[in-house]
């Protein structure tokens, strides 16, 4: 994975060749012609969220003036034009993580309500008292918190896989942790405080030896990297829209259908029913038994808007090009005698966090802010990544396939400017 | 870059590479611990009151430059001040940092602590001055649980 600059450059040379112009894909991004603080907007928060192509803003507009109704209820024309657009994208996303059926694509609002989702209604059939669900030192808070709200209901209890300093999961305790009361291992496929990617086709291969299904957080992923659910054979995969160039307030939980249809309804409401008396209902089939109440018609819409603007400009252009920013910001940050950049796994996803020795992070962050530059400053929603490398929080740059070198150096011009301030 | 140098003058840098009365003082008989959930700074406030009176008051914190500085300024200024004397500072820093109350942009009694009125313009650092405050404040009126800033 340690490409030389030279090899990254030709496969840079390569992409472009194909098509991938860094340039033309910025005209796509209104907001990146903004300026702040009367400089040009350097972002690089992407983890957090990433900004939305034209094509996104004019799908949303594009639904509300021409196509928006209730979905799945209405006889009339403009229903049937919102249903169909809806499982339109529905089908898109289907393609885009390669699974098997439409119908194990629930929209959610986002991975959040996905993992709570599952958390609450697999739970619910599946975790006794004593049980165990394995997790990484490196999730992200909503892939902790759902757990151990479900230990808290169900008197399960969580085994946690330790990483290295690098940032890698330790495999070999992976290994051990597995006893006959595991569950359920829910696992992310790249960690958004350090940019590790697991090696998720092996910990679900290992998980499936001991017969245990995994569930796997995919937001950090699915914007980078082309992911087929059914090569890693993921039971669950949830992702939000919004950090993959879509809307917020809309997300995906992927289960395999036999999972899905054995357990309960998360949510009671209109859309899951198939039949309501007052002494007792029953529940639509997959995908809706899980959709309750009107959804985000118009982000779920805008949704498939974002997958099709990212395969059109193909994972194989957008990864070369991350790669470049990462390897790039790696050097010229590494540069600095007196920051440490936190998450050097060989493996890692176009994000880097780092502190810088006797400044915290907070006024590194605002210091950039007024040169332009955002970034994340803090613990990530991933406090216990935090308290493994003993840091409070930290300066994370994450990139999106619209950064360039350009900003990377505004990035490490705003830290020259941060050290000055502090008179070093 | 007028907002940011007035934000970092030498005196907050100062007093947060040098914090002043730092540690935990053993007589202390009032405490109260902060804690900003959004950058994770914490702060624990000691004080010595005697007949209405903060004879001692020492902390400990992990934080940015500006929470440091406000409680490393906030404890020189309040020691040997009465309750009272300490809860009108409080108002008149807090007028100070948010730019609001009557008291706005005058906090003529805060000495030194006047240079972090530049925090006014930075809104998202605005809770990182207050902390410090916050918890002694509780600290002062006797509150057990842990005071947040978000």
Sequence with gaps: ?424 | MNALTDLYQEVILDHSRHPRNFGHAEDANREAKGYNPLCGDRIAIYLRVEDGVIADVTFEAKGCAISLASASMMTDLIKGRSEDEADALFGQFYALVTGNGEDAGEGGDLEDLEALGGVREFPSRIKCATLAWHAMKAALEGEATEVRTE
């Design chain 1, 1 to 424: 994975m340690s490409a030389s600059t030279d090899t990254v450059k030709t496969r840079i040379a390569a992409a472009t060749a194909d098509g991938f112009d860094v340039e033309r894909v910025r005209a796509d991004f209104p907001i990146l012609g903004q300026r702040v603080f009367d400089v040009p907007l350097v972002y690089l928060d992407n983890g957090a969220s990433a900004q939305k192509p034209r094509s996104v803003i004019d799908s949303i507009k594009h639904t509300y003036e021409t196509q928006y109704a209730n979905v799945h209820r209405g006889v009339h024309y403009m229903s049937q034009q919102a249903t169909e657009a809806m499982e339109a994208a529905r089908e898109k996303i289907r393609g885009f993580i390669n699974a098997g059926e439409a119908r194990e694509i629930i929209f959610v609002r986002g991975a959040t309500e996905a993992i709570n989702l599952v958390a609450a209604s697999w739970g619910q059939i599946n975790l006794k008292p004593g049980d165990e669900i394995i997790l990484s030192v490196m999730e992200h808070h909503s892939n902790i918190v759902p757990w151990q709200f479900a230990c808290e209901r169900f008197g399960a209890v969580l085994k946690v896989v330790p990483i290295d300093d690098s940032g890698e999961l330790m495999m070999a305790e992976y290994g051990e942790l597995f006893s006959a009361r595991t569950r359920l291992v829910a696992m992310t496929h790249v960690s958004n405080a350090l940019g590790t990617i697991t090696p998720i086709a092996d910990i679900i291969r290992i998980a499936h030896d001991h017969g245990v299904p995994v569930l796997v957080d995919g937001c950090q992923a699915v914007p980078h990297m082309e992911v087929d659910v059914q090569a890693m054979d993921a039971d669950f995969y949830v992702f939000s829209g919004h950090k993959l160039y879509g809307p917020s307030g809309i997300g995906v939980l992927y289960g395999k259908a036999a999972l899905l249809d054995a357990m309960p309804p998360y949510q009671g409401g209109g859309e899951m029913i198939q039949q309501v008396t007052f002494e007792g209902s029953t529940y639509a089939e997959l995908p809706y038994k899980f959709e309750a109440g009107t959804p985000h018609i118009a982000g779920a819409i805008a949704m498939g808007a974002a997958v099709d603007y990212v395969n059109g400009l193909g994972f194989a252009g957008i990864a070369a090009h991350e790669k470049d920013l990462l390897s790039y910001a790696t050097e010229r940050i590494g540069a600095f005698n007196n920051i440490r950049i936190i998450g050097t796994a060989p493996d890692k996803a176009a994000i880097i966090s780092f502190v810088i020795d006797g400044i915290h992070p907070h006024d590194a962050g605002t210091i950039l802010d007024r040169e332009g530059v955002a970034v994340r400053t803090g613990h990530h929603c991933a406090q216990p990544v935090m308290d493994r490398y003993d840091v409070t929080a930290t300066i994370r740059a994450s990139f999106a396939l619209y950064n360039t070198r350009d900003e990377i150096d505004a990035l490490v011009t705003g830290l020259d400017r941060v050290q000055e301030i502090f008179g070093r």
